[in-house]
């Protein structure tokens, strides 16, 4: 991509009405416009985030045995009345009334309507276990919208829901979400706490959610700092080895790491002082078993291998896709701007030709972008007639992981400059030096 022909809108000044540094820094990028309070348009390079976390967590999802759907954002509020949740949702709720008097709403969640599609065509044990799951816009009319994408209005949400026959078979659904959610955060670039999180006033069911280390979280989180330590990596994962995944589960939850929701100071006081944290942090995610609870009410039943029907048991598990632009920017900026992890990163690569025009830098930038493109790497190419100056700050700005520099004076000795956003550091090389360096990057 040339900028000179792409769509970038950024602004120079820091808004005003932006308290938190992923919204200055999304609003400055040029990532995001609002169009009301918590309503946000997805401007080219805000879009290109949005759709690389989606891409993640859609291949994690289906690496776990996970089917992906769609359902539409608009649900029939009859669906509600039966769970009782249309008066119990309260405000929260976008209800809205179509020309024929029928009462609608914007979908906060989903439980609703995929139980009505379950229990529409599915009668056997036989077809079970299921997990189906969409990546769709939610409606939630927050009281208090704020911190751009973070706490949106509309936001983009995937949400799993599980149907198994027993208790065991849903726990098992269950410890496939927590270990590609772990993944699926991992690939991001992203460390997400598991914590033990409230499992409201019927109790008994169970619930973790993933929190993001950031001063700016809205939740305050308690835990044991060598949970710090653990990592995925890239081990292969069998998400049938049902004892294989109940062990990486049980080591996730084992230090302790709680919400101010579930915090338990005694037990916190357990851990041996040097290890225990307070600090806040973002949730990102949310995976719960809730058993019965839909099922027994909207009648999802199925026949048991003894012919008798009995109400499955269910989970819902979400991840907050719009909300994680948010947080991965509050986990990775500096003063200059965002700084994105390679695995998000809406362009792998900026080339910065620092004298356009000249005949020779205009080549060699124009022989980069065609090799990067040539890797399947999506570069993005400063042509514009621009100060240097001007060029390095657009860069810093929307923090693209790695920049290639290419200039006159380096030029005549076959050089460029490779230079990590993170690090700050630089190197020169041959132009097909530095091909090869990001080549082995990606
Ligand atoms: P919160 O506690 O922040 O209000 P929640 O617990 O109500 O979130 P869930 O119902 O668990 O949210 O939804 C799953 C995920 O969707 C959350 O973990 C979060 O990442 C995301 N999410 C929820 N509400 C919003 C919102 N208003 N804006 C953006 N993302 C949201
Ligand atoms: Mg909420
Ligand atoms: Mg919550
Ligand atoms: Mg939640």
Known sequence: MRLSRYFLPVMKETPADAQIASHRLMLRAGMIKQASAG??????LGYK?????????????????HIPMLMPTLQPADLWRESGRYDAYGPEMLRIRDRQDRDMLYGPTNEEMITDIFRSHVSSYRDLPLTLYHIQWKFRDEVRPRFGVMRGREFYMKDGYNFDLTYEDAMHAYDRHMVSYLRSYERMGLRAIPMRADSGPIGGEDTH??????????????YDSTILDMKLGDRGIDYYDRAGLRNICETW????????????????EKIPEDRRRESRGIEVGQIFYFGTKYSAAMGATVAGPDGAKVPVHMGSHGIGVSRLVGALIEANHDEKGIIWPEGVTPFHVGIVNLRQGDGDCDAACERLLEATTALGLEPLYDDRNER?????????????????TVGPRGLKEGKVELTSRRTGESEEMSPEAAIDRIAQIY
């Open 253 to 268: 939850t084992t230090p302790y790491a709680r919400t101010d929701e579930t915090h338990d100071q005694s037990l916190f």
């Open 388 to 404: 240097a100056g001007a060029k390095f700050a657009t860069m810093d700005l929307i923090g693209l992981p790695w920049r290639i």
């Open 49 to 65: 985030v949005l759709k690389n976390i989606e891409r993640i967590v859609h291949e994690e999802q289906i690496a776990a045995g």
């Open 39 to 44: 309503i946000y348009s997805w401007l080219p």
């Open 209 to 222: 959610e993933f929190l993001v280390l950031a001063d700016t979280g809205e939740s305050e989180v308690f």
